[in-house]
């Protein structure tokens, strides 16, 4: 089957279904290639802090969310073996008091369900979603992209677009049929996730993180007694192997919080996956006929939780150029400039924070204690933690002011 369309988006995951359902809203005839006929649980991905969460308030995509499950936190606690946990609560962040103006709190949810629930809304605006698509190929050197795909009936499809957006992840196929280089730092740390049970309800108003004797761990609530729990270390293969599910639990009792050290003795309701922590990007996220957004642009280390949030940015700069008619490289320049500030301030505070939290022995302790309770007292140190939860747009562009914070954040 042959068709013309406006916009044709590669990836229906949480980025690719929210820019389809804006666009689609907006009026424009949009379809959706996805590979995936169910959407798997990668083990990343489950967050919109406060300055996300504006975001997909703003987009409408708030609701259809809310809708899914999704649900707020509203404390974020740092847990050590050397604060008793009443302790290390009452000084944790109340988080809808730690935004400017206020917020609704950190928004958890789990992957899957979260791109189904868009995926479903995307359909609703009016994009059309073709699912269990493969052997996707383009012609970009046109006036206009054309992709050849094959639907789930193994029927040979060809579609034309004005547009064609990559918003299919890290191995973007779009990407690399651009030739554009994806650029990245040295990996830092790995993360281990699961989804766990345990046998005694959670605090679900709790995001916690924390370091132990050797690994660091962050725990997102996940319903009342499941949390997904990561631990960064530094080995990649710490849990290969057929009893490396066996030693992640175990590890789970290194956590300083009462409520993840219990889950050490639960069950894991998904596999563990292990992610590389590493910031990757690309010089220009554009070319002729064609624009990338989220991972397929360039991700942030995860040990910070920005990468949804800042993808929901793309949807968000990206739409506004698409529906005012904007089709070519140039008029996509203020999106890319404001991606790549983004993208800056957030790789410094994620450095910051592997390096201060992904660092073991009795030296690395020591200066955690020192450091940590500046963020919360130390106006300029506070900027670390003042862009991962009300977002890097609130300094202005340039990365020196950061830059500042995170040298006297370390230096502490």
């Not at 907006?26 to 006929?37: C, I, Y």
């Not at 450095?351 to 007292?377: H, I, K, N």
């Amino acid at each position: 089957m042959d068709s013309s369309v406006d916009v044709v988006v590669i990836g229906g995951g949480i980025g690719g279904s929210s820019l389809a359902a804006v666009l689609a809203r907006g009026g424009l005839a949009v379809t959706v290639l996805e590979r995936t006929e169910v959407f798997p649980d990668r083990v990343r991905g489950e967050m919109y802090v406060p300055w996300g969460v504006a975001i997909a308030e703003e987009l409408g995509l708030l609701q259809p969310l809310l809708d899914a499950g999704a649900r707020f936190t509203t404390e974020w606690v740092y847990y050590d073996s050397a604060i008793p946990a009443d302790i290390a609560e009452q000084n944790g962040v109340h988080v809808p008091a730690a935004v400017p103006g206020g917020c609704r709190g950190i928004l958890n949810f789990t992957h899957p369900e979260a791109c189904q629930a868009l995926s479903d809304h995307a359909a609703a605006c009016g994009a059309r979603i073709e699912r269990g698509v493969d052997a996707i190929a383009f012609d970009l050197d046109g006036d206009r992209p054309v992709v050849r795909w094959r639907d789930q009936s193994g029927a040979s499809n060809t579609t034309t677009a004005a547009l064609l957006v990559g918003a299919d992840g890290r191995a973007s196929v779009v990407r690399k049929a651009t030739g554009m280089q994806l650029h990245s730092d040295p990996v830092r740390q790995y993360m281990t996730g699961g989804l766990v049970e345990g046998t005694e309800p959670l605090a679900s108003h709790i995001d916690s993180y924390g370091t132990g004797p050797d690994v660091n761990w962050y725990s997102f609530p996940q319903g009342p007694s499941r949390s997904r729990v990561y631990l960064a270390h530094h080995d990649v293969h710490r849990y290969a192997g057929p009893d490396g599910a066996t030693r992640y639990l175990a590890d789970l009792a290194q956590c300083a919080s009462p409520d993840v050290a219990r889950l050490a003795g639960g069950r894991l309701v998904t596999p563990i996956a292990t992610h590389e922590s590493v910031d990757t990007w690309t010089d220009t996220p554009v070319a002729p006929g064609v624009v990338l957004i989220g991972d397929a642009a360039g991700f942030n280390d995860p040990i910070v939780g920005q990468g949804l949030s800042l993808t929901l940015a793309d949807v968000r700069d990206v739409t506004r150029v698409i529906l005012g008619a904007g089709r070519n490289p140039d008029e996509f320049q203020d999106y890319v400039a404001r991606r790549r500030d983004r993208h800056a301030k957030q790789r410094i505070a994620a450095r910051t924070s592997a390096e201060m939290l992904c660092a073991f022995g009795d030296d690395a302790a020591q200066r955690r204690l020192r450091a940590l309770p500046l963020l919360a007292t130390d106006e300029l140190i506070g900027l670390v933690v003042g862009v991962l939860f009300a977002g890097p747009d609130i300094l202005r562009p340039g990365t020196d002011v950061l830059t500042s914070a995170q040298q006297a954040f370390l230096a502490a």
